[in-house]
């Protein structure tokens, strides 16, 4: 630890506080991923413990989710069907990949990692995820087995079977959500502990009522334990370890930087990479759930008043000895109480009002329905890459069918859209034109064939300024096509210049091989200065775009 993370009483009393919230949610997640109890339990203290000693965030909880769960059991689901045994032994390869894949990313600096995955893809699939959660949970609440694995075969199913529910253990959870959702409007009201403590003090009415209970707890470390997977099985584990990865690190950089920002705190995610990526190694070895920095246990963190990293070590430290010291109780928490708890959990994901703005704005709105979509449709695992895959070809698109600006004087030395400004100033015998997306290789043909086409549509042109502040840089598709842009030119005794070039462009043209141009002809700093032809003096420092 940093020495700026010092223990405090503060950090003490937060980690009480939160402590009432770790437990159950662990224990609950665990289930959702189809691993024993204690394998959430496991987790949470690998998480915990883990971050604790080596992130940066003061507030961060790296404890078992309900994102992560499901995307975990999706993928055991999908690789060895429903094998409690061999669930079991591919979850422990796929966290402890995943978690390799962390450390890896951290020591390359990938901290930009989770910029994959554009925030309307996050909010839809966040969305889509509780739906499907507590559609899963619910065969829980009703004591019958789940019917299929899909969103919709799954709520066909219990449709199907409603006369078989068990009344009684949907009262309990009926009860225990009420019972949520009102304590949850108390600030600082551990609810979960309280419908947790309710329910084992009911237990041994409701189990002779023929009410579950999550029954016996083996909380003895089996690491390792592996076999080598066939070769066959090598490209799914990777893909689905790299799911996992994506999803821990997109909600945990979520929940740090949200916090980080609120409190003018500087993030680092390279650290935090390496962090999550040992927290999930060790859990992966002990075969237990992955981790991640949840919003809700981070948020309750930050409110309870915690200072530093210390507050979450606080509650391990609690937790541990509730574990060595009341483990046949945890035995005795009723199976609709933990459906309940995850339920209610999930439910905040279910806020239309996040759509809101995408809507308002005309911006990402068939991004966002497509995540939602693509979960309900495809599943956990395939509908996360099918939204990641849509929102990267909307943004492949756009990039591809560019905009061309054409641009006029207004005033002495501005100049503007003459689309968006009709009284700008047209100069004679000079044609400025502004790319208004980055040239790349998938838009530099399309770019220059439209500054070909207006070129032609301008008798008299002798002047061609193309202004490409939208480009920090130039492949080798947009190099090519400019010089054929200025081969072309040179046939019809029109001139090329660029103005406002950034550092990484201007360098590019510079080694351009078969275009004769001085340095200087590339430090264009405004439009203004390309169309007069001016050259900035020799003893002063070129101005940046």
């Known amino acids: 630890m940093t020495a700026s993370a ?48 080596i992130g940066e965030s003061p507030y961060a909880i790296v404890m078992p989710t309900s994102s992560s769960a499901a995307v975990l059991a999706a993928a055991t689901l999908a690789l060895v069907g429903t094998d409690a045994a061999m669930r079991g032994l591919y979850a422990s390869i796929l966290v402890t990949a995943s978690g390799v894949g962390f450390v890896l990313a951290g020591a390359a600096r990938f901290g930009a990692l989770s910029n994959l995955i554009a925030r309307p893809v996050l909010r839809g699939y966040s969305f889509g995820l509780a739906l499907v959660i507590i559609v899963k949970q619910w065969p829980q609440m009703v004591a019958i087995p789940a019917h299929g694995s899909g969103f919709f075969a799954v709520l066909l199913g219990e449709l199907r079977t409603v006369g078989a529910w068990h009344r009684m253990s949907l009262a309990v959870g009926l009860v225990a959500l009420v019972l949520l959702f009102l304590l ?23 189990a002779a009522r023929g009410v579950a209970l999550i029954g016996p707890l083996h909380l003895t470390l089996s690491l390792g334990g592996w076999r080598l997977p066939a070769s066959r099985e090598w490209l799914p584990i990777v893909e689905y370890a790299l799911a996992i990865l994506f999803i821990v690190y997109a909600e945990s950089y979520s929940s740090i930087r949200t916090f980080a920002l609120k409190h003018g705190q500087a993030v680092q995610p390279n650290r935090d990479l390496i962090a999550l990526g040992v927290a999930n190694i060790v859990a992966g070895i002990a075969h237990a759930t ?21 507050a979450g070590l606080s509650a391990a430290g609690l937790l541990l000895i509730v574990v060595v010291l009341f483990l046949p109780w945890i035995e005795r928490i009723p199976a609709p109480v933990l459906a309940a708890i995850v339920i209610q959990a999930v439910s905040r994901s279910l806020n239309l009002g996040v759509f809101r703005p995408y809507f308002r704005w005309h911006r990402d709105r068939s991004v966002a329905v497509m995540a939602v979509a693509a979960v309900l449709l495809f599943g956990v695992l395939n509908g996360l890459l099918a939204a990641i895959a849509f929102s990267i070809a909307m943004l492949l698109r756009s990039l591809a069918s560019p905009r061309l600006s054409e641009l ?138």
């Open 6 to 53: 010092r223990f405090s009483a503060s950090d003490l009393i937060a980690g009480l506080a939160i402590a009432g919230l770790l437990l159950p949610q662990a224990v609950a997640y665990a289930g959702l991923a189809g691993l024993p109890p204690a394998a959430g339990i496991i987790g949470m203290f690998a998480g915990v413990l883990c971050y604790g000693l």
């Open 184 to 206: 949850a409007r108390i600030r600082h009201m551990p609810g979960s502990l309280i419908a947790i403590v309710a329910g084992i003090l009911a237990s041994p009415w409701l």
């Open 290 to 310: 992955p981790v991640a920095a949840g919003y809700s246990p981070t948020a309750a963190n930050e409110a309870a008043g915690a200072q530093s990293r210390w």
């Open 408 to 545: 006029g004087r207004v005033g002495e030395h501005d100049f503007v859209s003459i689309a968006r400004y009709p009284h700008a100033e047209v100069l004679p015998g000079t044609l400025v034109l502004r790319p208004e997306e980055p040239l790349l290789f998938a838009n530099a043909e399309p770019l220059i064939a439209r500054a070909r086409h207006a070129v032609n549509a301008r008798a008299g042109t002798h002047l061609v300024v193309l202004s490409l502040e939208e480009s920090p840089d130039l492949d080798g598709t947009c190099l090519e096509c400019l010089a054929e842009f200025e081969t072309w030119l040179g046939q019809r005794d029109v001139r090329l210049r660029f103005a406002r070039l950034k550092d990484g462009a201007r360098d590019a043209l510079l080694r351009l091989a078969g275009v004769q141009r001085s340095a200087t002809e590339l430090d264009y700093s405004s439009v203004d200065d390309a169309v007069r032809g001016l050259e900035p003096p020799s003893d002063s420092p070129r101005v940046p775009a």
